[in-house]
């Protein structure tokens, strides 16, 4: 069985095929097609992100396509960066960029009185098929956001993000700890059980 990883981000990928390891699978990635198309992520939450992600990649390989997407929400910052968390510093925002906004937006919250740093991961996992059946699962992290990033494992805002019940960041965590604990590791095995269940 062949199933597309509908995604450009090769940390995900990395993540979804160490979560999922699925003997029978034969993974499709950007890394090994010469065409890919681009999904326009217009979508208001996640779901929907999520799905138009898998929709398109599903339509255009003709095979069951896999999406994830995920985001951090800010207390303090009424939810933000939510469903804009890769671009949350502009449309090309590297992930330093990313995280150094967050930070100036946190500090500044804390000076007007808003003194939680409270936070959590979010994750919303399509699997869709090319005739439009889709299955899908949410997975979350909660934790808290540090004052200055730490760590060289992970991605996006995991040098900043502190699990709860952790004295360390997400990307001072080994990714077997991280898969354990993460929004994406929960939301891909309950997928998985949904999938042995249909």
């Given at each position: 069985m062949k199933i597309v990883l509908a995604t450009s981000n090769r940390g995900k990928i990395s993540e979804i095929k160490d979560i999922l390891d699925f003997s029978s699978v034969e993974w499709v990635t950007i890394e090994d097609q010469p065409e890919w198309p681009e999904v326009v992520e217009d979508g208001q939450t996640f779901l929907e992100n999520a799905t138009l992600k898998a929709g398109a990649l599903s339509q255009f390989f003709g095979e069951p396509a896999l999406a994830d997407d995920s985001g951090l929400e800010v207390e303090a910052l009424e939810n933000r960066p939510g469903i804009k968390s890769a671009r949350f510093a502009g449309p090309k925002a590297t992930d330093e960029e990313n995280i150094t906004k967050l930070l100036d937006d946190l500090n500044?919250?804390?000076?007007?009185?808003?003194?939680?740093?409270v936070a959590r991961f979010l994750s919303v996992v399509v699997l869709y098929?090319?005739?439009?059946?889709?299955?899908?699962?949410?997975?979350?992290?909660?934790?808290?956001i540090a004052t200055a990033p730490r760590g060289t494992f992970g991605f996006g805002y995991d040098p900043i993000?502190?699990?709860n019940g952790y004295g360390r960041t997400m990307a001072e965590l080994s990714p077997a700890e991280k898969n354990k604990l993460s929004h994406r590791g929960s939301a891909l095995r309950e997928l998985h059980q949904h999938f042995k269940n249909s």
């Open positions: 500044k919250a804390t000076l007007r009185g808003e003194r939680s740093r098929w090319p005739g439009g059946r889709t299955i899908s699962a949410v997975g979350q992290c909660q934790g808290t993000f502190i699990p």
